[in-house]
């Protein structure tokens, strides 16, 4: 018999002090399932937390969040899922006759098609009429912000909220994630007061029922992000999701494009995602990366707060005193285009530029490398329009020294002698200016054998 997820009937608990807020409510429900780390079967509480202030807006007669939520690690551990309270009809009729044999016929490599079995409801859910967007505080949500924020003339698709969910994590440990989720929780509230809307913070334990290392989880941001609207369908009616990449570069095959994620087939994924209440959109899609970084480098609030950095996401240590590490394969992209922009100096309070600009062919030809053909393309286009030069240094550095070292160490990256030897020489450091939270496991990997 197939396994399968079952998720009993929704329910909202107060918490007084939780690790998060002062007076919490969560969303809830018992979800019963082969955990996918130590293959035991377990009935345990999957929960959305927010603070009580927003109690109202949790969806009780909805199984949407969970589903949704759970969707990813069903279909990456061969499982179905099954569910007591209804589910949006809308939402099961999308997900059953396209969102799921589409995407799983597509990258049969590493998902399988399920079936969700439950009632269904075709009622719509009487809301406040709340538009929000998930706000990371990096580029793509930031050009959301902007666009559909202080810029939007349309009021009924103005954004009154932004919500920061700590299911963008890519690290496990708990500690370190709530500890992150409560420090960038503060920036976002105050992004929130500089574009007049509200920011809701949604704490959940969501990837503690994914595989970790991360692979499902960490592919498909629509669905386990949007699973944080569907626990508040009380309150919006519109969700904006900030697409990771141009229109241009769809493809529904994750395999075919290298270092991207199901984020490339995302206007697929949103045009499958509404309820009878609630309608997302994706956003983001008629413009590249750099048109996006152009757009929102005019804007005071991204200025001040703009955070692209993922070290922390990923369980490193920050030593940097700028919000921006500036080193990271997220940071340093930006920073390429910001320079190429010529709008680098525009934003010397969340990246320390002097430190770029000292290393600058250095740090262009580690950017060339570590980032997608697409990016680098832009960079230099705009740079020459810009008539922003690109130092003969940074043709250099990547042509003489990153390409073919990140080449090698791809090749050899399971070799264990070779990571023992870069690891004791803390090459990891000297190189990437970081140490990955790759060197814990490594080290865990070792003390086991
Ligand atoms: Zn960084």
Not at 107 to 115: A, E, G, R, T, V
Not at 246 to 268: G, H, M, Q, R, W
């Given at each position: ?70 969707l990813t690690t069903a279909m990456e551990n061969d499982m179905d899922i099954q569910f007591e309270t209804p ?81 963008g994590t890519l690290d496990d440990d708990n500690g370190r994630i709530t500890s992150y989720f409560k420090n ?266």
């Open positions: 018999m197939r396994s399968k997820i079952v998720i009993e009937k929704p329910y909202v608990e107060y918490v007084h002090k939780s690790k998060i807020y002062a007076d919490a409510a969560r969303l809830c429900a018992n979800i019963t399932m082969l955990n996918p780390n130590n293959k035991k079967t377990e009935r345990k509480v999957l929960y959305f937390e927010i603070d009580s202030a927003f109690a109202d807006g949790l969806t009780v007669n909805r199984s949407d969040a969970f589903v949704m939520g759970l589910m949006s009809e809308k939402l099961y009729f999308q997900m059953v006759n396209q969102f799921i044999p589409i995407v799983t016929e597509n990258n049969p490599s590493w998902i399988s098609p399920i079936k969700l079995n439950g009632p269904l409801i075709s009622e719509r859910i009487e809301n406040t009429g709340g538009v929000a967007t998930g706000c990371s505080g990096g580029v793509d949500s930031f050009y959301t912000i902007v666009k559909h924020g202080i810029r939007e003339k349309i009021k009924n698709y103005k954004l009154t909220h932004l919500l920061f969910a700590s299911v960038t929780l503060k920036r976002m509230e105050h992004i929130a007061e500089e574009t007049d809307t509200k920011a809701v913070g949604v704490y959940s334990n969501l990837h503690e029922f994914y595989k970790f290392p991360y692979k499902g989880f960490s592919m498909f941001y629509a669905t386990t992000y949007g699973a944080c609207a569907y626990a508040l369908q009380k309150i919006l009616r519109v969700y904006y999701i900030s697409a990771g990449y141009p229109i241009s570069e769809f493809t529904l095959n994750v395999n075919k494009v290298k270092e991207y994620d199901a984020s490339v087939f995302d206007v697929f994924t949103v045009g499958c995602m509404d309820t009878e209440s609630l309608s997302f959109y994706v956003t983001g899609i008629e413009a590249t990366r750099i048109d996006r970084i152009n757009y929102i480098a005019k804007d005071k609030t991204a200025q001040k707060y703009l955070t692209t950095c993922s070290i922390e996401l990923e369980g490193s240590e920050k030593r940097q005193n700028y919000i921006n590490c500036g080193h990271c394969h997220k940071c340093l992209p930006a920073l390429v285009h910001l320079y190429a922009g010529n709008n680098l100096d525009k934003f010397k309070n969340v990246f320390d530029i002097e430190e770029f600009k000292r290393k600058k062919g250095k740090n262009i030809g580690k950017m060339m490398a570590i980032t997608n053909t697409s990016y680098r393309r832009q960079a230099i286009t705009i740079a020459k329009e810009k008539k922003v030069k690109i130092p003969v240094t940074a043709y250099l550095w990547y042509w003489g020294f990153y390409k073919p070292f990140f080449g090698l160490m791809h090749l050899l990256k399971n070799n264990r002698l070779v990571r023992d030897v870069y690891y004791r020489l803390n090459l990891d450091i000297k190189i990437h200016g970081y140490r990955n939270a790759k060197y814990d496991a490594f080290n865990k990997k070792l003390k086991s054998k």
